[in-house]
Structures are given as structure tokens and as C-alpha cells.
């Protein structure tokens, strides 16, 4: 009972010690860190949200380095988020994605060259 009557007393009279903000909120620091890589992390997606050039006028791309047994329903869940597919053609460890708009084919084209697909690492280029 007196324990409790000095923690409200300590609260009501507002008074504070060296360790107050880490006893409030022991994650305070940890909160900061998130909220740091979160900024980055969008400022990042923004950079590589830029729309297509001008003078790009593509719509298909070639992805090599397929694992082994990656169906054509896994890359579709890959590569969808970037835009609308128009088709795929997948053999083994290599697929040509089309794209409906250029912009959606500069999107995955930029953000899918190098992504870990279990052991392998895409490999994404143009379709001239």
C-alpha cells in the first residue's frame, strides 16, 4: 500500500528522475531507429517510382536465372505488383514477361534485376 501511495504521489507531483523516460518508454530509441529506415526506405521506393524516360518504348522483359520448379503462377505473383501482365512465357530457367504499358515493364525492369528468388538472384533485361 505505501509502494502504491509513492508511485502516485512520484506522478501526481511531476517529479522526475534521470531513468523517468526510459522507464515511460523503454523502446524510445529503438522507436526512433524504425521511424529513421522507415524515411529511407520511401524515400527509396520514390526514386525508383520515377517514371519510365521519354524515349523508352518497351513493353517485354527477359528474366534468366529461374530456380528450378518456379511456376508460372509464382512469377505472376512476382512481377504483378509493377503492372498489368499481358503474357508470360517461362522455359525452365528463363520467361519473357510482356507488360500492357511501358511504365509498368521500366517498374519491374527496375526494381526486379537482382531479387533473391530462393538461391538465385533474377536476372532482368530488355527485349528489344
Partial sequence: MELALNLNLYKDTGASNENSSLEDNPFKDFEREITSIETILVQSLKEHQMNAPANFDYTKISVANI??????????????????????????????IEYEETT????????????AVGDEFLVVELVK
Fill in 67 to 96: 530456380p528450378s520448379g518456379t511456376s508460372q503462377e509464382t512469377l505472376t505473383g512476382l512481377f504483378n505488383p509493377f503492372g498489368l501482365i499481358a503474357s508470360i512465357e517461362l522455359n525452365k530457367h528463363h520467361a519473357v
Fill in 104 to 115: 509498368d515493364c521500366w517498374h519491374a525492369l527496375q526494381n526486379m534485376n537482382g531479387f
